[in-house]
């Protein structure tokens, strides 16, 4: 018998399906397009088409590298990139009304998000370690996140702050009195 089914490597690319134009573009002069830009019909009519999606081969290898997903106002809604060439995003950054609000990363490049970093008005505020999920002979260990201490300059006031005491005083701040 033959050896596992080896799975094709998954790619980076925009949801096509719907999509009323798809443009390509190659600014390498290769084979295969380097941009490719998937527009959709709007359902309010205005606009009546906009880019949803972009795809860009950032290095030439023929492999999509970063994936950018607009709103119908062209304000970014999540980029994903490939920094390791695998084929999955191992970065992923979500926006809201262009801004960034999360970075989450697969630094360990095994497939799985490991670290999430809060950014509030441009500026990051707070990190998370993605715990890994407990071994199969450990069905209680509880799975979830923790903070990371400071890396930089920013203020983690949450990871800072001291927890509240157990009691029914409904004066601690909001900071205080968050759940761990």
Same mark, same amino acid.
């Given at each position: 018998?033959?050896?596992? *089914? ?13 999509? %009323?134009?798809? !443009?390509?573009?190659?600014? +390498?002069? $290769? =084979? !295969? ?10 359902? &309010? $009519? ?8 972009? /795809? ?15 709103? =119908?106002? $062209?304000? =970014?809604? +999540? /980029?994903?990139?490939?920094? &390791?060439?695998?084929?999955? *995003? ?5 926006? !809201? $009304? ?5 970075? %989450?990363? &697969?630094? &360990?490049?095994? @497939? =799985? ?12 505020? +707070?990190? /998370? +370690? ?7 002979? *450990? ?12 890396? @930089?300059?920013?203020?983690?006031? /949450?990871?800072?702050? #001291? ?8 004066? *601690?701040? #909001? ?6």
């Amino acid at each position: 018998s033959s050896g596992p *089914a080896v799975a094709p490597r998954p790619e980076l690319l925009c949801q096509r399906q719907g999509a %009323e134009r798809i !443009e390509t573009a190659n600014f +390498r002069g $290769g =084979k !295969e397009p380097d941009v490719v830009k998937v527009f959709h019909k709007n359902a &309010d $009519g205005s606009p009546p088409l906009y880019m949803s999606c972009k /795809e860009v081969d950032l290095n030439g290898d023929g492999r999509k590298d970063m994936l950018l997903y607009l709103d =119908k106002f $062209g304000r =970014k809604l +999540r /980029e994903e990139f490939d920094h &390791d060439k695998d084929g999955v *995003a191992d970065q992923k950054s979500h926006y !809201e $009304g262009g801004q960034l609000v999360r970075d %989450e990363l &697969d630094s &360990d490049s095994d @497939g =799985k998000i490991d670290l999430i970093e809060h950014f509030q008005d441009g500026k990051r505020v +707070r990190i /998370e +370690r993605v715990a890994k999920a407990a071994p199969s002979s *450990a069905p209680f260990a509880q799975a979830g996140t923790t903070a990371s201490p400071p890396s @930089g300059p920013a203020t983690f006031a /949450e990871s800072q702050a #001291p927890k509240a005491p157990a009691s029914s005083d409904t004066s *601690a701040s #909001p900071a205080q009195a968050s759940p761990r």
